[in-house]
């Protein structure tokens, strides 16, 4: 029975830590009132490059985030937790009203670039579009995303919870720990079988 609780306490251990969504809800202005700097779920999204702005009439679920009226700058906003801490990028909602949109995707994690990924990509107009992370397990400390479309939107930015002080477990190792768990669950219940 011993073997059977600390199993299941390592599995439990090797799970995903809980996800947020930054839905800007929280927006302050109305619509057309740039971003500029702005937090939510323990998160600060900042507009680096002053382009972007507060949507109430169009979101995945209103409110969004554009980019600015018909303009086709390169658009892009920065995510850090807003007490310092690590996360997990784990996907966001886009639309564009022109096609196609250049999307650019990259990690960091002490001012070392962790993941970068670019794509261009046919989104139907009107519509948001989910794009999952190909780096979930990747834990970083800074987030940016950047857009090359006008008239073009960010929503539902999914994250994990930050994470302060916590000290970054290599995917080997968690998937090792997940392994050890699995294992000892399998050799209990081979045990019971054995004594039955």
């Not at 992370?133 to 960010?154: G, H, K, Q």
Request: hydrophobic fraction near 45%; charge should be negative; include cysteine.
């Amino acid at each position: 029975m011993k073997t059977v609780a600390l199993a299941a306490v390592l599995a439990l251990s090797a799970g995903a830590a809980q996800a947020l969504t930054i839905d800007f809800d929280g927006l302050p202005g109305g619509t057309g009132v740039p971003l500029g700097t702005y937090e939510e779920d323990g998160f600060t999204i900042s507009d680096l490059t002053n382009g972007w702005r507060q949507g109430f009439a169009f979101g995945a679920d209103a409110p969004s985030i554009f980019t600015g009226f018909g303009l086709a700058p390169v658009e892009a906003i920065e995510i850090v937790a807003t007490s310092g801490g690590t996360f997990n990028f784990i996907g966001y909602d886009v639309a564009c009203a022109f096609n196609p949109c250049s999307l650019e995707t990259m990690g960091f994690l002490g001012g070392d670039e962790r993941f970068s990924t670019q794509s261009t990509e046919a989104i139907p107009v009107g519509d948001f579009t989910t794009f999952p992370s190909a780096f979930p397990f990747v834990t970083i400390d800074r987030l940016v995303l950047t857009l090359d479309a006008p008239d073009s939107n960010f929503d539902n930015i999914e994250l994990t919870a930050p994470q302060v002080g916590s000290t970054e477990v290599p995917l080997p190792a968690s998937v090792l720990l997940l392994g050890a768990a699995l294992g000892g669950l399998g050799a209990a219940a081979h045990a019971r079988r054995s004594a039955a």
